[in-house]
């Protein structure tokens, strides 16, 4: 069973890569992960144990993009794009400069998943209203999502489980990653401005974009709504509390207040959810469980005794695995791992865990949720970049952030 468990996994990650005949890769996923229970690599338990794993994330997932569709709905990502236009006055590389600077703020406050939820729409409005090449502006609200993770536990689902995992103190926990997170954003923005240096104007048009007609109750309340359910994000996320909770009752609440005032229609909302992610995130969790039942219980690693070796272990694996099996299984994979460090260790295991899995999935639109999310809503948009393309701008960005920001967690734990 162990060879056919590796051979369902290679074929379940090749398929994802190429998507033969366009099949998308949640289909992959969910078709992995019946070919383990087909080989008896997972059983029913299994089942109960990965809908439990996976409820907090998939409805936090539901809520907001329940939530994100209902406000773009009502014009007001459209409202808060022509805010950031107007803050570049006129500047190409201002712009972009802001779109990162928006994102990595987002993302250390509110996590992020919410920074691909929400960033993306507004970050494509404003591309398509100001007639620019969105592709660049796309790729920075994915790749800043993931490599600007790194600074506070509430930052990333894996920052938590390695934070409430190994018992890592919250300040000692952001003074050691503030500097990593900023060298991990800076490094990513100057590779895109060079990457993307044919494709980002130097000047865009700055003239008012026509509005619609006064949007009324529905514009107010769709703001007040995202507004009110991003702080309840924060105090979810600042106190310990499951954070699906704030998504679905921000979704929620708007929903029915569009359903009562005729805004949008339940149709409308229920084909605005990605529910193929859904699909993705159960089977991969299950592919991860086969793999762990298959082959981890035959090995017995231990970690280096030194903090070098095992930081750049650390990281290395953890780069290397949420390229294999998406950074969230993969970091729950690595906890019992890190705890067997020693003293002189525990630490850089820790830390570098956390830069493998947060930066290094940016190889792969598999790697990270929060890239499986983006995906499905550029899709949505009518922007399809494939995995082939998007890998042409990874595999240059992700080895250079990832080294940047490993030598800078070093220096300071150091």
């Not at 056919?4 to 289909?27: D, H, N, Q, S």
């Not at 949720?369 to 992700?398: F, H, K, N, P």
Request: aromatic share 8%; proline share 5%; net charge positive.
């Amino acid at each position: 069973m162990p060879w056919a468990v590796l051979i369902v996994v290679v074929l379940t990650l090749a398929a994802i890569v190429v998507r033969p005949k366009g099949i998308g890769e949640a289909w992959v996923a969910g078709a992995g992960a019946v070919a383990m229970l087909a080989l008896g690599a997972i059983d029913r338990d299994d089942l109960r144990q990965v809908a439990g794993e996976t409820a907090d994330i998939l409805f936090f997932l539901l809520g907001m993009m329940l939530l994100t569709w209902l406000v773009e709905q009502a014009g007001v990502f459209d409202r808060l794009a022509e805010g950031v236009a107007a803050l570049a006055r006129g500047s190409g590389l201002a712009l972009y400069g802001l779109v990162f600077l928006l994102a990595a703020v987002v993302t250390a406050l509110l996590s992020l998943d919410v920074t691909v939820l929400i960033l993306t729409p507004i970050v494509y409005a404003l591309a398509t209203r100001r007639r620019l090449d969105a592709l660049p502006f796309m790729f920075a609200c994915t790749f800043v999502a993931n490599t600007g993770s790194l600074l506070l536990p509430i930052s990333n689902l894996t920052n938590l489980l390695v934070y409430s995992g190994l018992g890592l103190g919250f300040g000692a926990f952001a003074a050691h990653m503030w500097l990593p997170n900023l060298v991990a954003v800076g490094t990513n923005l100057a590779l895109f401005l060079w990457l993307f240096r044919d494709r980002l104007p130097r000047r865009y048009d700055t003239s008012p974009v026509a509005e619609e007609a006064c949007r009324g109750w529905w514009f107010h309340a769709a703001a007040a709504t995202l507004a009110v359910t991003l702080v309840a994000l924060l105090a979810s996320g600042l106190t310990h509390r499951p954070l699906a909770w704030a998504a679905l009752a921000g979704g929620g609440v708007l929903l029915l207040a569009g359903l009562a005032g005729r805004a949008v229609t339940l149709p409308a909302a229920i084909r605005a959810i990605s529910w193929p992610l859904f699909v993705f995130v159960i089977g991969m969790f299950l592919v991860v469980r086969g793999v762990e039942h298959a082959w981890l219980g035959r090995l017995a690693l231990s970690p280096p005794g030194e903090p070098l070796p095992a930081l750049f272990l650390a990281v290395g694996a953890n780069a290397v695995g949420s390229n294999i099996v998406n950074n969230v299984p993969m970091t729950l994979l690595a906890l019992p791992f890190v705890a067997r460090g020693n003293a002189a260790t525990r630490e850089a295991l820790a830390y570098g865990t956390l830069v493998g899995a947060n930066v290094g999935p940016t190889l792969t639109t598999y790697g990270s949720l929060a890239t499986m999310l983006w995906l499905a809503l550029i899709r949505q948009r009518g922007l399809d970049i494939s995995s082939r393309e998007y890998l042409r701008v990874a595999l240059i960005t992700t080895p250079v952030v990832l080294i940047a920001t490993t030598l800078t967690l070093w220096m300071t734990l150091r």
